[in-house]
């Protein structure tokens, strides 16, 4: 005898295929690990046109699609970060700029307290304060600082991917003694700093991004630099999530429980789309439901399901389903 257990649960084993995936912008790249040879392009400095806080995207935009990598050729894509369900925290380091060195506390703060509830990635972009005679792409002018003669973190431009891996190689290895390490995934910018140019230009700012559309939720031109505080936002942020998900589903019930496998779904305010997946993830079934008192049958071997239901406007509820 078939029974089905149904456990409600907003967070569950393979959420990635469990959440609305957002509609981003085209991709901003990279199709494909660069070459260690592969030149970096121009970076144009500028000495007063650039505004952290209003450059890039900003809040309510969809961010672009972007894949690139570690020092381990690991590709991590905005796609899939955002499938999770998770928000997304993205935040630009640059190892000569002292204001990253002396935030990385603070990102690993945030981590501990989110790491379960938010995917975090940082992404190393160009260099704020080359050594001699390299010029600061913000000033137009060489600006190494006194802190960076102090801490030994005297770096030129990179020009090549394979010189920038080595800066970030640096970065990891803490070779100057003076940050601590991050707790989270890093990625490289593109040989066309392609995440820089569309994201800031900037050496330290920060995204909390929006998993259920993909949008700027929150934008710091300085990383977590007041008035702005990153968990805050990631608390509202969560908060807001999880009442759109116990408004939009606190009505509806699947049973009975146990069951052969037929199961009902009641309560439904409003059109919703089930899909059930097996533990690999593949969908195997999908149905919309939009009357009272739903039956489904649900003919598989014995095992671990999931379930999905999601409304038009984007809302979902999860849970586990267990055939004996």
């Known amino acids: 005898m078939k029974k089905l257990l149904l456990s409600s649960s907003a967070f569950c084993l393979f959420t990635s295929y469990l959440f609305a995936q957002p509609v981003l912008k085209p991709s901003i790249g990279l199709s494909a690990l660069p070459n260690d040879n592969d030149a970096i392009c121009n970076i144009v400095c500028s000495p007063s046109s650039w505004n952290f806080n209003t450059d890039g995207l900003l809040v309510g935009d969809t961010i672009p699609q972007?894949?690139?990598?570690?020092?381990?050729?690991?590709?991590?894509?905005?796609?899939?970060?955002?499938?999770?369900?998770?928000?997304?925290?993205?935040?630009?380091?640059?190892?000569?700029?002292?204001?990253?060195?002396?935030?990385?506390?603070?990102?690993?703060?945030?981590?501990?307290?989110?790491?379960?509830?938010?995917?975090?990635?940082?992404?190393?972009?160009?260099?704020?304060?080359?050594?001699?005679?390299?010029?600061?792409?913000?000033?137009?002018?060489?600006?190494?600082?006194?802190?960076?003669?102090?801490?030994?973190?005297?770096?030129?431009?990179?020009?090549?991917?394979?010189?920038?891996?080595?800066?970030?190689?640096?970065?990891?290895?803490?070779?100057?003694?003076?940050?601590?390490?991050?707790?989270?995934?890093?990625?490289?910018?593109?040989?066309c700093n392609e995440f820089w140019l569309t994201f800031g230009p900037a050496p330290n700012n920060a995204y909390l991004i929006n998993p259920l559309d993909g949008t700027v939720y929150a934008k710091h031109g300085w990383f977590n630099q007041a008035p702005n505080n990153m968990g805050t936002s990631i608390s509202s942020l969560l908060s807001t999530l999880s009442v759109n998900e116990q408004t939009a589903f606190e009505n509806i019930s699947v049973y009975p429980n146990p069951s052969t496998g037929e199961f009902t779904v009641s309560g439904l305010q409003s059109a919703v789309e089930l899909s059930i997946y097996n533990i690999l993830g593949e969908k195997i079934l999908s149905k919309g439901i939009s009357t009272e008192n739903e039956n489904i049958n649900l003919n598989e071997a014995s095992g671990m399901y999931f379930y999905k239901l999601q409304d038009e406007n984007g809302n979902v509820s999860s849970g586990k389903l267990i055939i004996e």
Not at 93 to 99: D, I, R, W, Y
Not at 165 to 182: E, G, L, P, Y
């Open 66 to 191: 972007f894949q690139f990598y570690t020092l381990a050729g690991t590709p991590y894509d905005a796609q899939s970060l955002l499938n999770t369900g998770k928000p997304l925290c993205i935040v630009a380091g640059s190892f000569t700029c002292p204001v990253w060195r002396g935030k990385i506390t603070e990102l690993n703060n945030l981590i501990t307290t989110y790491g379960s509830q938010v995917n975090f990635l940082v992404v190393y972009v160009v260099e704020a304060h080359p050594n001699a005679p390299d010029v600061s792409p913000y000033n137009c002018a060489v600006w190494t600082t006194t802190q960076n003669q102090t801490e030994n973190v005297l770096y030129l431009q990179p020009t090549t991917y394979g010189a920038k891996k080595q800066i970030a190689t640096d970065m990891i290895n803490n070779t100057c003694a003076c940050i601590q390490t991050f707790n989270c995934p890093m990625v490289i910018d593109g040989p």
